[in-house]
């Protein structure tokens, strides 16, 4: 069976802060994707990252960044120097490669950077 | 590119009535649609898969009488919500994934408020 474990449903911190957000995930695949998503308040989701199962590659995007480790079956998301406009709940999902398809969703974890 | 519409994004009807939810893929042709359910600071849940041409495949627990959809297009799905009830209330958002690559975009999904 496949799940997507967000353990931190919500965190605080103050603004400049980093954080690191959590996500296990489970699968039987070889092939899978991993992606993380922000919700705003207004309900749009919005793409932040896709990675395949085979490019285990961190990668950094600005302020973002993330880690995928397979040995852990983690792939956690770090925002450096935290702003208010980051506050939202993120959403890690998980999809099975080939012709499935339909992405399974952490529970979120709620960010709140306050001033 | 790859934009995704939902109409309306939201709508409030009475307990009893139905509501059809439209989808579309504006810029690319899709193949498979996806419908999810996100309940109030839930996650979202898949409800349906929704492939052009052919019937849906629903969810374990997802009344196919009730939500019924039609992927008539490769541009459009729609979800009506029949007989709604208050319990029904939530936000509903699709995807549409493009005919030669998994990548799923997102619409900005519907608020449903049945009274």
């Known amino acids: 069976a496949q799940k997507v474990t967000q353990a931190q449903t919500e965190i605080s911190v103050v603004e400049k802060e980093d954080v690191t957000l959590d996500c296990v995930y489970e699968?039987?695949?070889?092939?899978?994707?991993l992606f993380w998503y922000k919700q705003p308040p207004s309900g749009e989701l919005v793409f932040l990252i896709r990675r395949n199962s085979f490019d285990e590659q961190n990668e950094i995007s600005g302020r973002y960044s993330w880690n995928f480790q397979k040995s852990t079956s983690s792939f956690n998301f770090t925002i450096t120097a935290s702003q208010v406009v980051d506050s939202a709940v993120y959403f890690c999902?998980?999809?099975?490669?080939?012709?499935?398809?339909?992405?399974?969703f952490g529970k979120g974890t709620k960010l709140s950077v306050k001033p | 590119g790859a934009v995704v519409s939902q109409h309306p994004s939201r709508v409030i009807c009475k307990s009893g009535t139905s509501v059809k939810i439209e989808c579309r893929s504006l810029?690319?042709?899709?193949?498979?649609m996806f419908w999810y359910r996100q309940f109030p600071k839930q996650s979202l849940m898949l409800m349906a898969t929704s492939n052009e041409g052919s019937k849906a495949t629903y969810e374990q627990g997802v009344e196919k009488d009730k939500f019924l959809i039609n992927h008539a297009s490769l541009t459009l799905s729609t979800l009506t919500v029949t007989s709604a009830h208050p319990e029904d209330s939530s936000f509903y958002i699709c995807?549409?994934?493009?005919?030669?690559?998994?990548?799923?975009?997102f619409g900005p999904g519907t608020r449903l408020t049945v009274t």
């Open positions: 810029d690319f042709q899709a193949t498979t």
């Open positions: 995807s549409a994934r493009l005919r030669t690559d998994y990548e799923q975009y």
């Open positions: 699968t039987r695949d070889t092939t899978y994707y």
């Open positions: 999902a998980l999809s099975r490669g080939g012709s499935q398809g339909n992405l399974i």
